[in-house]
């Protein structure tokens, strides 16, 4: 699973109105994996303080966890007329 939720810090009330769409990609750290994209939430739902991204199916995360690797995100949208902060949580399966 891989969610975000607006903190209640966030103004006007912490939610992603601002998001369009967003892709979460995963890279190796070193080595020669390519970067592939695993999940997306596209469109972003209005008014919500939780995002629940949709996995891409099919994608081996074994061979990232063995060589180290990152999480990067490409969003499109708009700037919040305000600050707004959120909390991630990524829940990696890995079957061996």
Known sequence: TLTLSATPKSNPSGNFNFLDEVHIFIAPTSGNLPKVEIARLAPVPKSVTVL??????????????????????????????????????????VKL
Do not use: H, S
Not at 58 to 84: H, K
């Open 52 to 93: 629940n991204f949709e996995l891409v199916p099919d994608v081996d995360l074994l061979p990232y966890m063995n060589t180290g690797a990152e999480l990067t995100a490409n969003a499109t949208g708009r700037q919040p007329p305000t600050d707004v902060t959120f909390d991630g949580k990524v829940v990696v399966n």
